[in-house]
């Protein structure tokens, strides 16, 4: 199992910006595939971005041109810049890894994944 500690949350205003940190322990972030999610009060936790061994990114469609997922292997980190935010960005947004065979695998649904760290709020205000 690896253990995820996310970091960099606060409170900006609409069109600020804000970079999230994912650190992995336990185990080697380079095997897993890595994606980051969102609740908000009253909703359901959804999709923002994943990344998979080799790179590849993939979005949803509200944040696609504006939240930028990396990841540093010798670190053991994901990224998550996030630019123009928006009030309809606040929630608390949680790291999430999976094991992942493929180097290429990107996972979008949270039912994918095995591991999940603790969240970090991100509040914009208008």
């Known amino acids: 199992q690896v253990q995820l500690a996310e970091s960099g949350g606060g409170s900006v205003q609409a069109g600020g910006s804000l970079r999230l940190s994912c650190a992995a322990s336990g185990r080697s972030s380079s095997s897993y595939a890595m994606g980051w999610f969102r609740q908000a009060p009253g909703k359901e936790r959804e999709f923002v971005a994943a990344i998979s061994r080799s790179e590849s990114s993939y979005y949803t469609d509200s944040v696609k041109g504006r939240f930028t997922i990396s990841r540093d292997n010798a670190k053991n980190t994901v990224y998550l810049e996030m630019n123009s935010l928006k009030p309809q960005d606040t929630a608390v947004y949680y790291c999430?890894?999976?094991?992942?065979?493929?180097?290429?695998?990107?996972?979008?649904?949270?039912?994918?994944?095995?591991?999940w760290g603790q969240g970090t709020q991100v509040t914009v205000s208008s």
């Open positions: 999430a890894a999976t094991p992942a065979a493929n180097l290429r695998e990107v996972r979008t649904t949270r039912y994918e994944y095995d591991n």
